[in-house]
């Protein structure tokens, strides 16, 4: 068990409070978000910009829901029914779960893979791979609840449109999975760099439950 993670009840509270082992990553051609932690939980700015928040677990769990809580600033600057197309494909909050999974690389793909896809691929244990990131993603439109894909631009990356974020404010979301998945790190996707949109996303606690 990391240190400030809390297991209680076969549940796991991520210690969005402090920055413990998230790791916070950046894209090659991208400006990163701010991530800041503090008493009220995790705070990400975006300014036109996009990077990837990620904390791995020390051991697979088989995980059945998800909830989360945080606060909203404003919408993204995305024209209705076209959050998640080409050019509008921001996020205010998108919740991956790294399954475990048979796919690794070999020492070709290492050699040219994008630093993302290396970074995903060692999330898993030795001896071991992954299957994809399944996000659970917060939509601005009621129209794309439900709706899911496999991502055009890539197949590791499947995405679920589970909740409604369509006003700016206190947040608080829960998803019971359609199955349980064996997941071995959190990948926490939330951006503005294709409508240059700035807002803040702050998750005040982050919960997943076996």
Do not use: C
């Not at 921001?90 to 893979?113: C, R």
Request: aromatic share 8%.
């Amino acid at each position: 068990m990391k240190l400030n993670t809390l297991v209680l009840a076969g549940a796991i509270a991520l210690p969005v409070q402090q920055t413990d082992n998230w790791q916070l990553l950046e894209y090659s051609r991208l400006d990163p978000n701010q991530v800041t932690f503090s008493r009220d939980g995790m705070k990400v700015t975006v300014d036109q910009s996009a990077s990837p928040i990620i904390y791995p677990l020390d051991n697979p769990k088989t995980v059945t829901r998800v909830s989360v809580t945080g606060n909203l600033s404003n919408l993204l600057d995305v024209p209705p029914d076209t959050q998640g197309q080409k050019g509008n494909d921001d996020f205010s909050l998108k919740i991956g779960l790294v399954v475990a999974g048979e796919k690794t690389l070999n020492p070709v793909q290492k050699l040219f893979s994008a630093k993302w896809i290396k970074t995903l691929f060692d999330l898993a244990p030795d001896g071991s791979g992954v299957d994809r990131i399944y996000f659970l993603n917060a939509v601005q439109h009621k129209n794309l609840l439900g709706q899911q894909r496999q991502h055009p631009l890539s197949e590791l990356i499947y995405e679920n449109n589970v909740w409604l974020l369509d006003k700016p404010g206190d947040f608080s979301l829960d998803y019971r999975l359609e199955s349980p998945q064996k997941v071995i790190a959190i990948w926490l996707s939330i951006d503005g760099d294709d409508t240059q949109s700035r807002y803040t996303t702050t998750i005040n606690s982050l919960v997943l439950e076996g």
